[in-house]
């Protein structure tokens, strides 16, 4: 079956930092690739979003400055949060498709800034 | 750009009761509508979803409907059970990638 793994799946970083999250697809080809984050009480916001021979598509508000992604292969990409602060904490989530299939979404990377 | 309003931002039922969430959306090109449910600090998983070619699907004990016209799609749990209790999140798709997730209602599932 198809399975979206994420990790980590918890990490705690100090203010002002970085860190690195990956998401891997397993069982099928990740044509594409949304990362959200769901902020403390809130739903989940799209990040960007990430499309084989597209280019790389970030929502209102975020930025490839701040959230730069890779997306090298067909089960595999990258997110790291640069710069973290207090208001970047939350759950990050990986939802992988191939083409118009219903979207998997991984156990997510729950980020804690200090 | 699509946008999707949860109505029910809590809901409590007794167990063995029917639970409703009602969503709507604004896109009218938007084709998928799938939800999902996050359990306490727990990530989301996959509940069910209905595209726009038809007007009802069911699975087991859950329902959903969809009303193109009124942009609007509910989904509809009957025999409430404790472990339904969860946060619930309808989302909608464009014809493009993008899912555009409603605000989350926590269902509560008294014994």
């Known amino acids: 079956g198809a399975l979206v793994y994420q990790y980590p799946r918890r990490t705690i970083c100090k203010s002002g930092t970085s860190m690195r999250m990956e998401c891997q697809a397993v069982?099928?080809?990740?044509?594409?690739v949304a990362w959200y984050r769901q902020s403390p009480q809130k739903t989940f916001e799209l990040i960007a979003l990430?499309?084989?021979?597209?280019?790389?598509?970030?929502e209102q508000n975020f930025t490839q400055e701040k959230f730069p992604i890779s997306h090298p292969n067909l089960s595999f990409s990258s997110m790291t949060v640069l710069n973290a602060y207090l208001e970047d904490r939350g759950l990050y989530l990986c939802g992988a498709r191939e083409g118009d299939d219903e979207q998997y979404f991984g156990p997510g990377t729950r980020l804690t800034v200090l | 750009g699509e946008k999707v309003e949860q109505h029910e931002s809590t809901l409590s039922v007794r167990e063995g009761d029917s639970a409703v969430i009602n969503c709507t959306y604004t896109?009218?090109?938007?084709?998928?509508f799938p939800w999902y449910k996050q359990e306490a600090g727990k990530s989301l998983h996959f509940v069910i979803d209905i595209r726009s070619n038809v007007d009802r699907k069911q699975s087991q004990r859950l329902t959903v409907l969809l009303d193109k016209k009124a942009k609007r799609f509910s989904l509809h749990i009957t025999a409430t059970q404790p472990e339904d209790s969860a946060i619930y999140f309808c989302?909608?798709?464009?014809?493009?990638?993008?899912?555009?997730f409603g605000s989350g209602t926590r269902l509560l599932v008294s014994p």
């Open positions: 896109d009218t090109a938007s084709s998928y």
């Open positions: 989302a909608a798709k464009t014809g493009g990638y993008k899912v555009v």
């Open positions: 069982g099928f080809q990740a044509t594409s």
């Open positions: 990430s499309t084989v021979n597209s280019a790389i598509k970030y």
